[in-house]
């Protein structure tokens, strides 16, 4: 949402919008390229509160005014770069992908989705109310008079905006006006401080009815997510690859880290120790029931429900412990058997950990009657072992840690494990996750912590765009009000037509190069 310049008239009593002052409490005006809605009913309050309190807000928004300088200098230098980048990337001496529009991370955490429109559009209003709120109250405690409130819509671009009375505008000392000027942009910037404590401060605010960092609990499984017919609502996830996960973002970091680490069984070559711990002691018996298919350019064909498994020999121990040859020297694997998933991952792993295996000479754990087999990972897909269990099985006075040992010593528990192969990426982003597990068995309010979070982050995002996007040098933002008032009262050394030639060139250019970057980003999101 663009936020308006402030005040509805400039010098010389022209008028920047088609404005008319009502009588009543709320107006409106429509035209062919513009319509607005006028509020005048807080006139008086926002008054009266701003100067019963205007010693308290002057050193607020004077504390407002260093960072909005700081903001706008900030906000100039990171346009200049990216002109810069553009124009070396279309000249062919930088590359495409190191020049793309830095100011992108502010919605690295925002990811579009139908659910996530809702929480955008009350983030933007509540964002846009906060900014001009500030703007009012610097007013008032300044003893200017708001004439009111709007939100409007110029062409496509919507908007808000507070007009003040030009004339007492212009009897303001320097520092004044720049206190009101200002105001949003150190508002906003409070919101995101306030968003960001509040993020901190949410798992011991919400500890009396959550537990929070145990386990990450799943909320939603899309239709399509190829884990809808594993994981349901409500089911706690304990692990990946026997690996503990305790939140969300672990989770998610945890398939990075494996989406990384799946490249195609090489046969013939070594065989590192991180591989190893997906090796398994495979029976004789159950290799003999197995089906023998044709290994041939890293393709198998294995029917359904069953997976690819290839056998490999253990390492020696003592060889990784005194940096020796690394290498496992085995003839190369023609052949592979086809094994049922479910019934491999119970059984026990071929290798040690390196770290505990101190003593010993060999790193195999497999008996005469057993082989090491590994699955074998063909380019794009990942083998990963989940362990989860259901909620309620947890809220009946159960710990993971008793559930885990009573899953080692063989008796059947709420801890169940399954193997997903395919696409670790996608398996990641189709499962929604909340690092929040409620204490009492009462589903419904699982929902609120990851409302509450998903809330504080959107306002996080939103609030700091409007923050940068009114410090930037541009036309009918904060960036121009500020800039003018800069160079009206601060630098008195230049002539009045010499400082509205510099105000006017800095405008255009702004203005010019945000138009130039946000049609290149939107250009090549699109393509």
Partial sequence: MMDGRRGGRRRGDQTLLPLRRPARHFAHTVSCWYCDFKCMAFNELLFRLGRRHSKILRIWFSIGIGFSLAALIGATVIILCEMAKATL?????????????????????????????????????????????????????????????????????????????????????????????????????????????????????????????????????????????????????????????????????????????????????????????????????????????????????????????????????????????KTNNQESVETIHCLNAKDVIKLRKCAHDPVQASSDKSGCLCSEDESCFMPVQLPGLGW????????????????????????????????????????????????????????????????????LERFLTCSFHVSMVLALLNSLPVFFLDGESILEVTLLHYFGFMSSRMRQSVLRCCLYVGTAICAFLIMRTIFVSVS
Avoid at 310 to 323: F, H, K, L, Q
Avoid at 405 to 412: A, D, P, T
Avoid at 415 to 422: A, D, K, L, M
């Fill in 89 to 325: 990337t279309y000249a062919g001496i930088a590359r495409s992908r190191d020049s793309s529009f830095s100011l992108s991370f502010l919605t690295a955490g925002m990811h579009m989705s139908p659910s996530s429109m809702g929480f955008l559009c009350l983030s933007s209003f509540l964002c846009v109310l906060v900014h001009e709120f500030g703007h009012a109250l610097a007013a008032a405690s300044e003893g200017v008079q708001m004439e009111y409130i709007a939100i409007f819509c110029a062409l496509v671009f919507p908007g808000a905006l507070v007009a003040f009375n030009d004339a007492s505008l212009q009897l303001l000392p320097g520092l004044a006006s720049l206190r009101i000027y200002c105001a949003g942009i150190w508002h906003n910037a409070a919101v995101c401080g306030v968003c960001t404590l509040a993020l901190f401060l949410l798992p011991f605010i919400l500890s009396p009815l959550y537990i929070h960092g145990e386990s990450p609990m799943v909320l939603d499984v899309h239709s399509t997510s190829p884990l809808s017919g594993y994981l349901s609502p409500y089911d706690v996830i304990h692990s990946l690859d026997e690996f503990r996960v305790y939140t969300a973002d672990q989770w998610k970091q945890k398939l990075t880290v494996l989406t990384e680490q799946t490249p195609p069984l090489s046969f013939g070559q070594s065989s590192e120790m991180g591989n190893m711990q997906k090796s398994y002691c495979v029976p004789h018996s159950l290799i003999e029931k197995s089906i023998h298919v044709p290994f041939t350019r890293y393709e198998t064909y294995c029917p359904n429900e069953l997976f690819a498994f290839a056998p490999i020999t253990c390492p020696d121990m003592s060889e990784y412990r005194n940096g020796g040859n």
């Fill in 384 to 451: 990963v072992e989940i362990t989860y269990s259901r909620l309620e099985c947890l809220n009946h006075g159960r710990s993971v840690d008793s559930e885990n040992q009573q899953s080692n010593s063989g008796e059947k528990g709420c801890i169940q494990t399954f193997v997903f192969v395919g696409d670790l990426t996608a398996m990641a982003h189709s499962v929604h996750l909340t690092s929040y597990q409620p204490r009492l068995s009462m589903y419904f309010i699982a929902y609120l912590p990851d409302l």
